[in-house]
């Protein structure tokens, strides 16, 4: 089986652009979960979603928001840039929904905002 | 809201020595697991602790959940410079969230 996949591998964008971040999770598996990872904060949680829908937000922003495609494929959009955006945005997916599950993690997307 | 404290942040060891890294929570936790990220790379798990007092081995790394399931750790034997990386737990939070903690930074030195 693939792979959790994200694309692009990197980015970079200037303050106040807005940006696209993909996410393919693995065949069958049905949530997928974000996360942005930076030196000083660790691992932070973005959102989840499961079957379409949104089930879970962290504390980021309005500017942040994803949605999820029938295929559970994913997508995370985040606008109006600003210079702390900059981190590298981690996507899980696993089978089911559930703090049970473990997460398979793809390789992120680095995105720098100048 | 729920946390996931991890210390020590960063350990420097010589090839041989032994390492390990603590887990605590504020609340109990249902399970806990752990995951270990490469210089460059991304979490990978490593393995999940369900039941109180539990310990589980896999090769030189050895996971325990407390009594309480409060509390964990991550035991390496006879550190090697492939176990270098950043190893994090993570518990269930607030709201049906997987929470991690900040992780500890491994170096071997060789």
């Known amino acids: 089986k693939a792979g959790v996949t994200q694309t692009p591998r990197y980015l970079i964008k200037t303050r106040g652009q807005q940006v696209t971040l993909s996410c393919s999770p693995i065949s069958g598996h049905r949530s997928v979960s974000w996360y942005q990872q930076t030196p000083g904060q660790g691992l932070q949680f973005l959102f989840e979603y499961f079957s379409e829908t949104q089930r879970n937000k962290g504390n980021f922003p309005g500017r942040f928001s994803g949605r999820q495609f029938s295929n559970s494929r994913s997508e995370m959009n985040v606008s109006t840039l600003e210079l702390g955006d900059s981190a590298l945005y981690l996507c899980?997916?696993?089978?089911?929904?559930?703090?049970?599950?473990?997460?398979?993690f793809g390789s992120g997307t680095q995105l720098s905002v100048l | 809201g729920q946390q996931v404290m991890q210390i020590p942040q960063y350990q420097h060891v010589q090839e041989g020595e032994d390492f390990t890294t603590y887990c605590n929570s504020s609340t109990t936790l249902s399970n806990i697991q752990w995951y270990k990220q490469r210089p460059g790379g991304h979490p990978v798990f490593l393995i999940q602790?369900?039941?109180?007092?539990e310990v589980k081995k896999q090769k030189r790394l050895t996971f325990q959940f407390g009594e309480a399931k409060k509390n964990s750790s991550l035991h390496i034997t006879a550190t090697q410079t492939t176990d270098v990386g950043t190893y994090f737990c993570a518990g269930p939070g607030y709201g049906n969230k997987l929470v991690f903690g900040a992780g500890t930074i491994l170096r071997v030195k060789s």
């Open positions: 899980a997916s696993s089978p089911m929904r559930g703090v049970n599950e473990k997460l398979f």
């Open positions: 602790l369900v039941k109180s007092g």
